[in-house]
């Protein structure tokens, strides 16, 4: 590697500051007299997405053909952390082939709600199981030589105004469910780079966020690499660099390049800062570059094989009444237009070119023979909700010539995406009608579900089998083949808790908040938390899933009934397949604190363990917690501390099938704990019920301070960082709005005829969330800084300033 000091020492001030904004939308800028290359970076997490033509960051134009993986939604409900590293490893062996130094992902961001647009992309409602992931997935494609990007840190939870909402997070909270699947990765497998995310986090913007960025990531985890913006997320540069923020991307066009030069020479900024952030990027590129140096060209065969074995292993069987397996003899109708044209990822800036794709019907006919098909019907269309009566006849009539009807179902590219939160959890109308009319005339109805996120089952009654494959990537039809004909064995298991309905979870009234914060008042009870807490019924829980097996738990036994606090202890119990097919269970462990002096959940998730057992074969099985697994966050001694008193060690098939129990006494000097919370505070969250719902005096104790409105005050001003779709609440807001979004069609890569629906919806509702000084870089240099500043003036009744400003900047763009 180069001595990267003395390049420091060799380069003027405008070349350190150009070093810290990108090139283009995927590579960063070099330095040809210096020998420093340009480094290509582009997104992920569940393949590559190399632009070869065209760039922009939300999946509008083509990439390379690359092998399209299950997302994360699916990696997680494996719960196998050598399955996720060797994804990994596939992922970066197809950089290495394209030239590309670091991949995009994974995101580490919590499901608070199922309604998230992006849910598909992240893993699981719970902080452990997360952590577990995205280590496996960093440390897979960082064997390879390729960077990673743990994304979007942090508290981006949703998708509406992501770019300006302020995520109002209690410390304790935010340590103990939103931070730690960030601090596990970080700690263990080390990512090249940290992508914070757009949004703002109790009043900072997470690009300018120094207790994020440097006090937690770099001084108490001990991060060393770099942190990169999310693509436009830079607020203040020069507040950013001296919070710990090093790249911005893609870049401002040399603007921000040249408020770091000036506020060096004005000394607002050391230049020991920006040498610092300097000399992390260029660790990074030379890093990848010894890597790249070689040619390479990975096995197309083996990344399609290891992705249909990740998408049946990802797959969760969750009903089945004794239908499947079927039999290869047995007369099936195929429903459902999924069956022939795949949902099989999300739209937005992981959307994959896969290099082929593997349909459930063409596999079903492969595998099972022509002749156990009756017949296929679309049954519906996935470009509409509208139910059409004659397909739905048409299905009907096909299901009554068949002993079993698979139905192929979901949720379409218009119900989930980058770009905007869904609003509700029910599927189309158009494939619930298909269901429950093919359920009427056929009793043996089998319903194969293809969507990021849980959805409302109205019709789970009338059905005999739901098998949720979840976004299960190029490959996911023949993976949920293998699975209905019982070629595999179904051994994945949720990670995240199937609400009965989406008014039962417990951000219900608080999500998405808006249109200035997001309160996260339900605190440390999110997913699983809640319910088991307040007993509220679900409709799937947190870790469950069906196997054509059964799995039977003894003899579990503690290293130690008395430890002290700071001690490992190990639990070790025997599992054995009493079924009559090989099979793969998840043993799952959590951790109960009987006797705490302040709210915690009915129990959390500290520890699991996948054991695969052929029919009748017993194993043991061993799962060592550290001291964290018992801790909670006290925000007065700002620690991790470990109460004195009874501790009960929980195994389970899931969160609401615990086998086993035992308990352990744990000495620690902490009899109570040091913070004193507020009667108010501990009276709410103490107790969570069915129906819970947190005041606002609560909320605003354990916040700790005065919430800021969630709603502007009257008369308030528009600025740089407002929405564009808050224009219009302004008199001359709405003509400047249509004047801005006609330039955009015009200049931003976001737009273009011929969009399908998904991507119009996705367009339309970033445009309007997107703060009207990004468009500095999304225009493409179309728009100058000073017609931005403009067009804010003029909105604001400020005409002659604003007309002479806009003048101003046209011709500057024009230059």
């Known amino acids: 590697m180069k001595d990267i000091q003395a390049l420091i020492k060799q380069m003027t001030l405008e070349e350190k ?3 810290c904004s990108g090139l283009d939308f995927w590579h960063l800028k070099g330095i040809e007299r210096l020998g420093i290359p340009s480094l290509m970076v582009t997104d992920g997490p569940h393949g590559l997405r190399k632009q070869s033509g065209d760039a922009d960051h939300v999946g509008l134009n083509e990439s390379v053909p690359a092998t399209c993986f299950p997302t994360a939604s699916a990696l997680a409900s494996t719960w196998d952390r050598e399955l996720v590293f060797q994804v990994g490893q596939a992922l970066a062996e197809e950089c290495r082939q394209e030239q590309v130094g670091v991949i995009l992902g994974p995101g580490a961001n919590i499901k608070r709600s199922p309604l998230c647009g992006r849910n598909f992309e992240y893993f699981s409602e719970d902080p452990y199981l997360t952590g577990e992931m995205a280590k496996s997935h960093i440390q897979g494609v960082q064997s390879k030589g390729i960077g990673t990007s743990l994304k979007h840190y942090a508290a981006n939870n949703q998708e509406y105004r992501r770019m300006s909402i302020d995520a109002l997070v209690d410390e304790r909270t935010l340590r103990e469910i939103y931070l730690p699947g960030f601090e596990t990765a970080v700690k263990e497998a080390q990512p090249w780079t940290m992508m914070c995310s757009y949004n703002r986090l109790n009043g900072e913007y997470a690009s300018e966020h120094p207790w994020l960025l440097n006090q937690v990531l770099r001084d108490e985890w001990g ?3 770099l942190v990169v913006t999310d693509w436009g997320a830079v607020n203040d540069r020069v507040k950013g660099l001296l919070s710990g923020l090093d790249l911005e991307m893609p870049g401002s066009m040399g603007v921000n390049d040249a408020r770091i030069v000036k506020a060096v020479r004005q000394g607002v900024l050391d230049e020991s800062v920006l040498d610092r952030a300097v000399e992390r990027i260029l660790q990074m590129v030379f890093r990848a570059l010894e890597t790249l140096q070689e040619p390479y060209q990975y096995d197309a065969d083996a990344h399609h094989a290891l992705a249909r074995k990740v998408a049946a292993e990802g797959s969760v069987l969750l009903k089945n009444d004794g239908i499947l397996p079927l039999t290869k003899t047995c007369k099936v109708a195929i429903l459902g237009e999924f069956a022939k044209q795949p949902r099989y990822q999300g739209s937005g800036s992981s959307r994959i ?9 063409e596999e079903y006919l492969r595998l099972a023979g022509a002749d156990a098909v009756v017949g296929y019907a679309p049954g519906y269309r996935s470009n509409t909700d509208a139910v059409e009566a004659e ?8 299901s009554r010539q068949a002993e079993v009807v698979i139905i192929f179902a979901g949720l379409t590219d218009t119900y989930e995406s980058e770009g905007f939160d869904r609003d509700h959890m029910r599927m189309p109308a158009n494939h619930n009608a298909l269901i429950e009319a093919v359920a009427a005339a056929n009793p043996n109805v089998v319903v194969v579900l293809s969507n990021g996120s849980p959805v409302e089952m109205p019709w789970l009654g009338k059905v005999k089998a739901v098998l949720e494959g979840y976004l299960g990537g190029q490959v996911g039809g023949g993976a949920a083949v293998d699975l209905l004909l019982g070629l595999v064995n179904p051994g994945g298991k949720l990670a995240e808790t199937f609400p009965v309905r989406l008014e039962d979870t417990p951000c219900y009234p608080y999500f998405p908040g808006g249109p200035r914060t ?22 799937f829980p947190f870790g469950f899933g069906l196997s054509y097996t059964t799995y039977e738990y003894s003899g579990l036994r503690l290293s130690a009934g008395e430890i002290h606090a700071g001690d490992d202890l190990t639990a070790t119990l ?38 695969e057992l052929a029919a009748g074969e017993e194993k043991e099985v061993s799962i060592t917690l550290g001291s964290r697994a018992f801790a909670y966050y006290d925000t007065a001694a700002q620690d991790w501390l470990v109460e004195d008193g009874a501790f009960e060690i929980l195994i389970g098939a899931s969160a609401a099938d615990i086998r086993l129990v035992e308990r352990v006494e744990i000495r620690s000097e902490h009899k109570n704990a040091v913070m004193e919370l507020p009667t108010v505070v501990q009276g709410c969250y103490a107790h969570p019920a069915k ?29 740089l960082t407002s929405p564009i779709g808050d224009f219009p609440r302004k008199p001359l807001g709405k003509v400047i709005y249509n004047m801005f979004r006609k330039q955009a069609a015009k200049s931003s890569p976001l737009s273009g005829e011929g969009t399908d629906e998904t991507t119009a ?47 101003a900047g046209r011709k500057s763009a024009a230059k």
């Open 691 to 719: 129906d819970w719902r947190v005041s606002d005096a609560a909320f605003s104790a354990l916040l700790g301070r005065e919430m800021p409105p969630m709603d502007y005050l009257p008369g308030e001003p528009l600025t």
């Open 761 to 807: 919806l996705m367009i339309e509702r970033m445009l309007a969330d997107m703060p009207i000084g990004k468009m500095l870089m999304f225009s493409n240099g179309a728009m100058s800084e000073e017609m931005i500043e403009g067009m804010v003036l003029l909105a604001n009744g400020k005409v002659l300033r604003g007309l002479s400003r806009l003048k």
């Open 518 to 539: 997001v309160e996260y008042r339900e605190g440390l009870y999110v997913g699983y938390r809640y319910y088991d807490t307040a007993q509220k019924d679900v409709l």
């Open 223 to 225: 991060f060393q690499g």
């Open 574 to 611: 025997r599992v054995k397949n009493t079924g009559s097919c090989t099979g793969k269970e998840i043993v799952q462990l959590y951790v109960r604190d009987v006797t705490s002096s302040v709210f915690r959940p009915e129990k959390e998730l500290k520890g699991f363990a996948k054991v």
């Open 17 to 19: 500051a150009s070093l």
């Open 391 to 398: 397909l739905i006849q048409e299905a009907v009539s096909l």
């Open 353 to 361: 070119n896969p290099s082929r794709m593997d349909t459930a019907y």
